[in-house]
């Protein structure tokens, strides 16, 4: 198994997450609906995955941070 780390979502809170994953040293794959929000952290390093199922494909840590309506 992979030792990637996948951040789903690129909002607030999963960009940080990101951050801090890339700063520690881990391969970080990340996916968001609106792809260019995945440019400042392709440049520090993280792999964009064209797909949410190729993200969460062969990665130890899955952290979703995306919004829920809450119903």
């Known amino acids: ?5 996948s ?3 690129l ?10 994953f890339l ?6 794959v990340v996916w968001n609906r609106t792809a260019a929000k995945a ?3 392709i440049q520090l390093g993280a792999v964009a ?3 949410v ?5 062969d990665t130890a840590l899955l952290c979703s ?3 829920t309506t809450g119903k």
């Open 1 to 5: 198994m992979s030792t990637a780390i």
């Open 53 to 57: 199922t190729a993200a969460v494909r």
């Open 11 to 20: 909002g607030n809170m999963g960009t940080t997450l990101a951050r801090l």
């Open 39 to 41: 440019t400042p952290l």
């Open 7 to 9: 951040v789903i979502g």
């Open 23 to 28: 700063t520690a040293g881990y391969e970080t």
């Open 65 to 67: 941070a995306s919004r």
């Open 49 to 51: 995955a064209s797909e």
